[in-house]
C-alpha cells in the first residue's frame, strides 16, 4: 500500500486531507459542469445524439445534476461559480417538471437528482432569500411526488427489477427521506420504506438492500 494510503489509514481523513479532495474535484467538476450547462445547450445539444429523447433528457436533466450537492457546498463557502450552477440546476429541475415533460412528451421522475437537489436545498438554505426558498421547496415537493408516484406502480412486485432500476430506486428512496426529514411528509416515507422493506425480502442478498439506512423516527 502506498505510504499515502498508510497515512490516512492510521490519521484519519484529516481536515486538510478532505480540503484537498474538495480542491481536486472542484478543478475537475466546475470547468465540465460549465461546459455542459453552458449557454443556449439544451439536452438535444449537449448529450450524444446517438441516445433517445427520453435518454438524453435523463441524462440532461436527472443524472448529471447530481452534481449540485457537493457544488452547493462549495457556494456556500463563498464559491460564486459554484453558487450559480448550483441555482442553474435548481432552475433546470423547475423548468424540467413545470414545461419540458408535458412539452416533449415525457413523464420520467428525477429518480437520481431528487437527493443531490435536497442536499443542495439543505446547504444553501440560509443563504436563500423567502421567495428563493419557497420556489426551491415547491420544486422539490413537485419532484417528490413525481417519484413517490412512480414508486406506487411497482413497489409490490421488485423482484421484476433490473439491477440497475433497483439501484435507481434506491437513490430515489434516499431522496424521498431526505425531502420527509427537512418538509414532512409521512405518506412519502411509508411508501419509500415500503418498497425498501419489499426489495429485502424479495432479494436478500442483494448489494443494495443492506446499503440502505432508514432515517430515524422523527
Not at 490519521?11 to 475537475?28: H, K, M, P, W, Y
Request: charged share 20%; with cysteine.
Amino acid at each position: 500500500m502506498p505510504k499515502f494510503d498508510l497515512d490516512i489509514a492510521h490519521v484519519g481523513l484529516t481536515d486538510a486531507f478532505i480540503e484537498r479532495a474538495q480542491n481536486c474535484i472542484s478543478e475537475r467538476l466546475l470547468p465540465a459542469a460549465e461546459r455542459f450547462y453552458g449557454a443556449g445547450g439544451t439536452a438535444y445539444t449537449q448529450c450524444p445524439p446517438a441516445l433517445s429523447q427520453e435518454a438524453q433528457a435523463a441524462h440532461y436533466f436527472d443524472s448529471q445534476p447530481c452534481a449540485v450537492s457537493l457544488l452547493s457546498k462549495m457556494g456556500k463557502e463563498g464559491n460564486r461559480q459554484e453558487d450559480m450552477l448550483a441555482h442553474q440546476l435548481f432552475d433546470n429541475a423547475a423548468y424540467y417538471l413545470d414545461e419540458w415533460q408535458s412539452r416533449e412528451g415525457l413523464s420520467a421522475p428525477l429518480l437520481h437528482s431528487l437527493l443531490h437537489l435536497t442536499l443542495c436545498y439543505e446547504t444553501l438554505s440560509n443563504h436563500l432569500g423567502p421567495a428563493m426558498a419557497t420556489r426551491w421547496r415547491a420544486t422539490l415537493l413537485r419532484a417528490a411526488d413525481d417519484v413517490f408516484q412512480h414508486f406506487r406502480s411497482f413497489e409490490i412486485e421488485p423482484s421484476s427489477l433490473s439491477n440497475q432500476e433497483l439501484a435507481e430506486s434506491a437513490v430515489a428512496a434516499e431522496g424521498l427521506w431526505q425531502i420527509c426529514r427537512i418538509f414532512g411528509g409521512e405518506e412519502w416515507r411509508t411508501g419509500a420504506e415500503a418498497f425498501v422493506d419489499a426489495v429485502a425480502r424479495t432479494d436478500p442478498e442483494s448489494l443494495i438492500a443492506p446499503a440502505i439506512q432508514k432515517p430515524p423516527p422523527s
